[in-house]
């Protein structure tokens, strides 16, 4: 059995690992997520092969080329007999590193008229496995500053209610059970509906993560509330106290750094939560809009019965996704079990 | 879903059909003496059907009725003079067995048939002839009928000659008029009179009514409604059609409409053999259920393009005084025709055709569809996709290229817009993601904007706040004149530009004159060569970019006899009265 510091180490390195293929989503894809073929919707994920049809082996691995003429409209499938070797580093589209340079070298690719779809292709002729990467940029990063703003307002109501009690307690904590009360998903889709039409994809990002943030405050700051309250009664908490430290210094020297534990924990608990949130509201579209990608969009077309029931690497996101999150929460879990003596 | 449907104004095509086509004969031995033959090879009596609707029906009273549902279960009900066959787009004689029209085509002398009843058994005449087309015609009662009822700015008048004839007469000649008649139900006086004088019609034949307050003329009668389930209609037996064998239609005992509310779930229950007919679905649904086509009982059918078709506009409203000024603004690349005709050549049709309908659609270049055989104008041409071609044109028109590709107009801004769809309709979102694809591609920065379907047609036709949408109109009917007000700049329906009150451009009011022109032109072709110019037209000004016409898909399990669908609405069920199950 690994230790609970051990599991949280592969938690991070697995995290990481993760980020690091999203943050890197251009190099890795072998295509733009935009990009149309429009002879190849919904097909099927490219076969890599070793072993050609005459059963001669090649050291570097191809994928058959389209048919010739007739490009069957329904999954088509590798056509003829031409074929193509996986080539690494190629030149592609151009994409930006980091939102700074522009680079068009691609970690793998193939020749056109070639494709290589390693998760098929969807409705468009658009590669899922492309798509699937950018749409993490958008999904990851959404779950993460949805997760910090909801954990720095609870730092920040349930600190001050845990310090000074009384009605401000009152009026803060009863404030909050408000926000757990409200029907977020019609809220957000009242909200979508008062912007004007034209609100920009950034727009859409930023009113996604400011509406998940902002409703989701509530349950850490009842948290970081009985850390505080129990946190301030301690002696040299008191002590300070008495050699006349203000409150501003003992919350932020004494009393919030015990909260810390619980912080941690929080966070690596909703980021998945709010990606799981983007993925409905997008399928429920009130996402980011086409052609932009997002875990949620990648699923929205699961929605018809015919993709449902023809096209089973549609599902590959959304089976992707699973061990994302078991890692999310086995970090939360390890994170936990560390620190024992905090409630949660 | 999604779509707008086009008032059923008819104009006949041909005037010689007008009273050959008298099919019907006399049955002396029958209790209805004047029964009409239907063609058709003969079925078995008995069976029932069962279909889904996609909504409740919100009215069984034909005056009121404006929902599909609603119309799909009236037209089982009721019947109407003179009839269109849906099969041959020929009009045929229905409750009226025969008719003459005076030489100045302004007046209809329609014999009645005799001796029929409603299907409560009350007797049929003039009567209720009259009674019917003064409530479609009282301004109180607001029918949707009503506009179709008004020829050259006055009402028809409708007189009373005898108990079996009935005389219509009209303000100024209108072709032949018989189209008119098609599905203007006649109402039994006895039921509904009362509650007409009393104000009270407004009210009458809601489906929380006894089936015994019901009767109409129709091949079935209404049985039983359970809310939220289900509309059981039973057989009519005073029904006045007979098969060529002579025995008395229909065949079927009951027809079931069950409410079912996607179109997957629709989808789901014919494959699993709960419904019998299947109409209005998506070709992705056909390849779906083409899978099983030969294990599961059933048949599809791909009938080819219909009416319908789909087109990208642009707001062409006068903003200038009162609209919001970014519109405004951005209306003078979209009234520029150089623009449009660039948008046009960049949008990759076939593409539209192969990801959006699995080939299962026609590309277009105007509004009448391959479909439309008669009113087609085979010279209208389709030019390529051209990328060069639209560049050429925006650079005429004095808009450039960034260093970044992106496309900005003479003033330095750059080119962006929102394309408005129905987001009920997945394949109109879906066409207007390709158009955006395809518009990047000329360095334009467009967003596409699926709005629920009441608040996109708002914007359209009453605030105007929208830059361009994706649209697509079916017409009831193959004639030109079903589509008076889409052409007409004074049209509800003209999309881009309703309710004008006198032409904004050359071309529309060319437009005006030509469709007022073939309105009451009587010839065939003379009236053809106007409507090739409005088609043409519409294909070079482009007040409308035409995209695609999609395929009547329609699917029938194999025990249903006689099942012969047509390209026109209701697309499977317009014979009900002759479909049988074996």
Known sequence: MLTHRQKLAWAVVALAAFSGVVLFAGLLAPYDFATQDRDKPFAPPTGIHFVDASGTFHIRPFVYGPGDSGQSVEGSAQGSDQRYPLRWFVRGAPYKIAGLATSRVHLFGVERPARIFLMGSDGYGRDQFSRFLYGGQISLLAGLIAAILSVSIGILMGGIAGYYGGWIDEILMRGGELFLALPWLYLLFAVRAALPLHISQWQVFLLLISVMGLIGWARPARLIRGVVLSAKERNFVLAARGFGASDAYLLRRHVLPQTYAVLLTQVTLLVPQYVLAEVTLTFLGLGVGEPMPSWGALLTSLQQYSVLSSYWWMFLPALLLIPLFVVFYAAADALQELHKSVPL | MGRIRLARARVVLIVAISCACAAARALPSQASDDRMIADGAPGHAGGRLVIALRSEPKTLNPALALDEPSRDVIRCLTADLIHINRGSLKTE??????????????????????????????????????????????????????????????????????????????????????????????????????????????????????????????????????????????????????????????????????????????????????????????????????????????????????????????????????????????????????????????????????????????????????????????????????????????????????????????????????????????????????????????????????????????????????????????????????????????????????????????????????????????????????????????????????????????????????????????????????????
């Open chain 2, 93 to 582: 004689p229905a409750l009226a067995k025969s008719w003459n029209v005076s030489r100045d085509g302004r007046q209809y002398t329609l014999q009645l048939r005799r001796g029929l009843r409603f299907s409560d058994g009350e007797p049929f005449s003039a009567d209720d002839v009259i009674f019917s087309f003064q409530v479609y015609l009282d301004e109180k009662v607001d029918s949707s009928q009503r506009d179709l009822l008004v020829v050259g700015g006055k009402p028809i008048t409708v007189v009373k000659v005898n108990d079996y004839t009935v005389r219509f007469e009209l303000a100024q000649p209108y072709a032949a008029a018989e189209r008119l008649f098609d599905s203007i139900a006649i109402l039994p006086r006895h039921l509904l009179e009362s509650g007409y004088r009393n104000g009270a019609f407004s009210q009458a034949w809601s489906l929380s009514m006894p089936p015994s307050q019901f009767a109409g003329l129709g091949p079935f009668r209404l049985k039983e409604y359970v809310a939220g389930q289900r509309v059981v209609l039973e057989r009519n037996p005073y029904y006045w059609k007979a098969d060529r064998a002579e025995n008395q239609l229909p065949y079927l005992n009951e027809v079931v409409f069950l409410f079912v509310p996607s179109e997957d779930a629709q989808v789901i229950r014919f494959q699993s053999g709960d419904t019998d007919v299947l109409s209005r679905f998506s070709a992705e649904n056909f390849a779906v259920l083409q899978k099983q086509q030969s294990v599961r009982g059933y048949h599809l059918d791909d009938l080819g393009a219909g009416l319908e078709y789909n087109f990208l506009f642009f707001n062409l409203n006068d903003l200038a005084a009162n609209g919001p000024p970014e519109i405004a603004r951005k209306q003078v690349w979209f009234q520029d025709l150089r623009f449009r005709q660039a948008v046009s050549a960049a949008i990759d049709r076939e593409g539209i055709v192969r990801l959006v309908y699995s080939g299962r659609a026609t590309p277009i270049w105007d509004q009448v569809t391959p479909g439309n055989k008669l009113w087609l104008d085979e010279r209208i041409a389709h030019p390529a996709r051209s990328l060069e071609h639209a560049r050429q044109l925006l650079q005429s028109a004095g808009f450039s290229w960034k260093n970044d590709g992106a496309l900005v107009d003479p003033h330095g801004n750059s080119v962006e817009f929102s394309i408005l769809t129905s987001s009920s309709n997945a394949q109109r979102t879906k066409i207007a993601t390709i158009v955006q694809d395809d518009l990047s591609q000329l360095g334009m920065t467009v967003q596409v904007v699926p709005l629920e379907f009441h608040a996109l047609v708002d914007r359209l036709t009453n605030t105007h706040n929208y830059e361009a949408a994706v649209m697509g109109l079916v017409s009831g009917d193959a004639d030109p004149t079903s589509e008076m007000n889409v052409w007409l700049s004074s049209g509800e329906t003209h999309l881009w530009h309703p309710r004008q009150e006198k032409p904004a451009t050359a071309w529309e009011s060319e437009m005006d004159r030509l469709m007022q022109q073939q309105l009451v032109t009587l010839d065939y072709a003379k009236r053809k060569t106007l409507y090739d110019r409005v088609q043409k037209i519409v294909a070079e000004d482009l007040p409308v970019i035409c995209l695609v016409s999609p395929n009547i898909l329609v699917g029938a399990a194999n025990r249903v006899g006689n099942f012969r669908p047509a390209i026109v609405v209701p697309y499977a069920l317009w014979n009900i009265e002759q479909l049988y199950v074996q």
